[in-house]
């Protein structure tokens, strides 16, 4: 310690400072690495799920859509507005799909994915019933087509509804 005393004051302060520089680096560095970690996790978390709530919340519209449109379609007696029922069918079917596969493309775990096959099982049966109910409305068999779709598309339905 006593070459330290033999130092002058300005060398002193000047190494005190450079000591201080050096721990203010070493901290300034690893809160930097830091805050990249929070960046890529964050991405992730956004990416994996946060848009897939989003994707799935979209696919549950359209969903709600369809069954609203097919109702209509089996209620309104009116063959003015029979093409746009259709029309808006086929687009939430549709847009539901493609909802449907963005939210496929981000599942990472398994739960996820059982859960989400439970879903696309559903979601399939319920198109096919659509897909018959307009087939039935095409035949004009508008009563039978309620009562398939107020009685099966009801229970899928449901079921479907608590999936999404």
């Known amino acids: 310690m006593k070459w330290f005393n033999n130092i002058k004051i300005y060398k002193k302060?000047?190494?005190?400072?450079?000591?201080?520089?050096?721990?203010?680096?070493?901290?300034?560095?690893?809160?930097?690495?830091?805050?990249?970690?929070?960046v890529n996790?964050?991405?992730l978390l956004y990416e994996e799920n946060t848009l897939g709530i989003d994707y799935i919340g979209h696919a549950s519209t359209?969903?709600?859509?369809?069954?609203?449109?097919?109702?209509?379609?089996?209620?309104?007696?009116n063959e003015a507005k029979y093409e746009d029922?259709?029309?808006?069918?086929?687009?939430?079917?549709?847009a539901a799909d493609d909802y449907i596969k963005k939210y496929e493309a981000g599942i990472i775990t398994e739960e996820d994915q059982l859960l989400?096959?439970?879903?696309?099982?559903?979601?399939?049966q319920?198109?096919?019933?659509?897909?018959?109910?307009?087939?039935?409305?095409?035949?004009?068999?508008k009563e039978h087509a309620l009562t398939l779709f107020l009685g099966n598309g009801d229970i899928?339905?449901?079921?479907?509804?608590i999936s999404f």
């Open 85 to 94: 029922y259709m029309k808006n069918i086929q687009s939430n079917t549709a």
């Open 156 to 161: 899928i339905g449901n079921s479907l509804e």
């Open 116 to 124: 989400f096959d439970n879903m696309n099982a559903l979601w399939h």
């Open 13 to 38: 302060l000047v190494l005190g400072f450079f000591i201080i520089a050096m721990i203010a680096a070493a901290v300034g560095f690893f809160g930097v690495n830091n805050i990249r970690e929070i």
């Open 62 to 77: 359209h969903y709600q859509n369809l069954r609203f449109y097919t109702m209509e379609l089996l209620i309104v007696d």
């Open 41 to 43: 996790a964050d991405k």
């Open 126 to 141: 319920y198109k096919t019933l659509i897909q018959n109910v307009i087939k039935m409305v095409e035949g004009d068999q």
